[in-house]
């Protein structure tokens, strides 16, 4: 893992992933970084510099993403790859690692976070139970994540807010808007007591491959993806299946697997529990925290000795 102070291979990896020698996509480039474990040893291979510099040669490449980073914190965009030593660490684990992060608001080594997610036209049924599971986490000190959608998601957002807890939003666009626009008073509020974290380029606009992109970094920055009421062709099915694929615990209340199709053939699968209330949602959420709690108390004490 690299340094704080160590932005060239910082440039290096904003260039390769804007300029995409050879047409490869990010994650083939990702890959590449991670064997080498240099950006800049990539960007040299792929793009060396030439004898005589042009205004489009790869050295001005390189030295328009170093003033686009220092530009970015200028700004108080908080920005790291997936090389840095403060990159979370659970990311890391998953397939779709994206290789750059933008924040605002406090970043936490190893939080024991959760979503709760589910349909951006929920029931009241719905956002009732989504506001008290997010009071049972934070009652829990486990960390409320999600999406910033409508829904399920301002539900859980607002009431670990209320309820004096930390909350991370991962959003589907850049860091310089909000989607949807009226959340972005929520937005403000969560970079300035929790977190907010995007994969994409600041001024980047939400598509629809975006967000099941940010659905992807969800399910791998929490330890577990709780679905509270889904439609059959929701964002919360492919975080679900996501979810399985990262070896995370998904918790679908009764009601989705009663409504959904998708929801039914999950229900077999490792790691897939049905809760028959809020109560049982607690007590799972309960026993994954004090796992991984545990565990990181064991790999503590080991690091010490």
């Excluded at 390769?16 to 480039?29: I, K």
């Excluded at 936490?108 to 989504?130: E, N, T």
Aim: aromatic residues 4%; charged residues 25%.
């Amino acid at each position: 893992m690299q340094e704080t102070g160590d932005d060239a291979e910082r440039a290096a990896l904003v260039a390769l992933l804007r300029t995409r020698p050879g047409g490869e996509n990010w994650r083939s480039l990702t890959e590449d970084v991670a064997t080498r474990s240099s950006a800049l040893a990539v960007w040299n291979e792929r793009c060396p510099a030439e004898l005589f510099p042009t205004p489009q040669g790869p050295s001005e490449q390189l030295s328009a993403a170093a003033r686009d980073i220092a530009a970015w914190r200028a700004e108080g965009l908080g920005f790291m790859t997936f090389l840095d030593c403060d990159f979370p660490a659970q990311l890391r684990e998953i397939h779709e690692v994206p290789p750059v992060l933008f924040h605002r608001g406090r970043l936490v080594p190893d939080d024991v976070g959760m979503s709760v997610v589910g349909s951006r036209k929920a029931s009241q049924r719905g956002l009732d139970i989504a506001r008290t599971i997010a009071q049972g986490l934070v009652e829990r000190d486990i960390t409320v994540i999600s999406g910033l959608a409508h829904g399920i998601d301002t539900a859980a957002h607002t009431q670990a807010l209320e309820d004096g807890g930390r909350t991370v939003a991962i959003i589907g666009t850049g860091l310089r808007r909000s989607y949807p626009a009226d959340n972005a008073p929520l937005q403000q509020r969560i970079a300035a007591q929790g977190l907010v974290l995007s994969q994409f380029w600041p001024d980047a606009a939400p598509t629809r491959h975006s967000f099941p992109m940010r659905n992807a970094v969800m399910s791998g920055y929490g330890r577990a993806t709780i679905i509270v009421e889904a439609g059959e062709y929701s964002g919360a099915r492919i975080q679900a299946r996501q979810a399985v694929a990262h070896g995370r615990t998904v918790i679908l209340t009764d009601r989705v697997v009663e409504s959904n199709a998708w929801a039914r053939d999950l229900v077999h699968r490792p790691g897939v529990h049905v809760a028959r209330g809020t109560a049982d949602v607690m007590s799972k959420a309960e026993e994954i925290a004090a796992a991984d709690r545990d565990i990181d108390e064991l790999i503590a004490l080991t690091a010490a000795q």
